[in-house]
């Protein structure tokens, strides 16, 4: 059973248009996350959301938002897509009672052309 | 702002050969977790280390937390082909909300058999 799930995987789009990820985790973790990473690697949390209280990174464009259903769901919208968008995006969750191990999503390879 | 430093960026080594990243924070940590992430895929936790001067082993790997919880190091005894990938740090960002992680830019490990 896949424990963070992710659709979908790949993700090609043209600048301009709108797009949502999807994420679901079956942990019943209390806390989900959304990262970028780019093409070399680095790791930036975008979002988190424990408790319907959503923190958000600063440097995360207005473009960008999370929207959790419940407590197992976290989708990422983004309108108006840049190039620069381009990356690997990632779904984590956790369970803030316990170690705060995040679990990863298999992550979205998102290309805007 | 509170970052987190890993070096060697990156780290080609013969198999059976050791390796060894550290990871440096600006801030007295009261945890470190590291992930590896291989080729394609996710971050995956490895393990986390609380304590002062605390060592942990898996198998041919060995974590160290620093005295001073401001630094850590990850070293793998005759790496295997099955090493390869990205080996990332990650601290509590006390800027940001509970649980939430700073990563640092991670280390390649490539393994040439």
């Known amino acids: 059973d896949t424990a963070v799930s992710q659709t979908p995987k790949y993700l090609v789009t043209q600048m301009g248009n709108d797009k949502s990820i999807k994420c679901e985790q079956n942990?019943?973790?209390?806390?989900m996350y959304w990262y970028k990473q780019d093409s070399k690697k680095f790791l930036k949390i975008m979002f988190s959301?424990?408790?319907?209280?959503?923190?958000i990174n600063e440097t995360v464009p207005n473009r960008f938002s999370p929207k959790s259903p419940d407590k197992a769901h976290l989708n990422l919208h983004i309108n108006s897509l840049e190039l620069g968008d381009s990356a690997v995006y990632f779904c984590?969750?956790?369970?803030?009672?316990?170690?705060?191990?995040?679990?990863f999503g298999p992550g979205t390879r998102l290309t805007v052309t | 702002g509170q970052q987190v430093m890993q070096i060697p960026q990156y780290q080609h080594v013969q198999e059976g050969e050791d390796f060894t990243t550290y990871c440096n924070s600006s801030t007295t940590l009261s945890n470190i977790q590291w992930y590896k992430q291989r080729p394609g895929g996710h971050p995956v936790f490895l393990i986390q280390l609380v304590k002062s001067g605390e060592v942990k082993k898996q198998k041919r790997l060995t974590f160290q937390f620093g005295e001073a919880k401001k630094n850590s190091s990850l070293h793998i005894t005759a790496t295997q082909t099955t090493d390869v990938g990205t080996y990332f740090c990650a601290g509590p960002n006390y800027g940001g909300s509970q649980g939430n992680l700073i990563f640092g830019k991670g280390t390649k490990l490539s393994v040439k058999p």
């Open positions: 942990l019943g973790h209390d806390t």
């Open positions: 959301y424990n408790n319907k209280e959503l923190i």
């Open positions: 984590a969750s956790t369970d803030l009672g316990r170690m705060h191990e995040q679990y």
